[in-house]
């Protein structure tokens, strides 16, 4: 199982919403999300390290233990939260944060590539990509 980390950004670039997805390599699926939200009063997380209590450290554990209970865990209710992620996902993701941890979620647009990218690294490390040279 890989973990793999992407940001949702404000207006102003900033990281409010950490999403760590849990990759079966193997199968090429999304196993597990979990969704970290920055309030307004927060300072968002400049650094990836999912061992502290930051986004990623929160975004991560969501992921685990929905993984582990196999089921959709925290339901995402308070109204902050909702405002914070109607500024950065304006609709496009319809029902996607309904819960901040997904069993087996379905892909958004922007975990398509990020699964593609991560198939085309697993590749590049296992040899499997070959470099085609212009003539």
Request: proline share 3%.
């Amino acid at each position: 199982m890989k973990e793999t980390f992407y940001f949702l950004r404000d207006e102003n670039n900033r990281k409010i919403v950490t999403v760590c997805l849990l990759i079966n390599t193997d199968l090429k699926i999304i196993q597990a999300r979990g969704v970290a939200i920055c309030s307004d009063r927060d300072t968002p997380c400049s650094k990836l390290n999912a061992h502290q209590s930051n986004g990623p450290g929160i975004a991560r554990r969501r992921a685990w233990k929905s993984w582990k209970q196999k089921q959709n865990l925290y339901l995402i209710v308070r109204e902050e939260a909702v405002k914070v992620l109607d500024k950065v996902i304006k609709n496009q993701f319809p029902d996607m944060y309904i819960y901040k941890s997904f069993y087996q979620p379905a892909f958004s647009e922007k975990e398509f590539r990020v699964l593609g990218a991560v198939a085309r690294q697993e590749s590049i490390l296992m040899g499997e990509v070959e470099t085609v040279s212009n003539k």
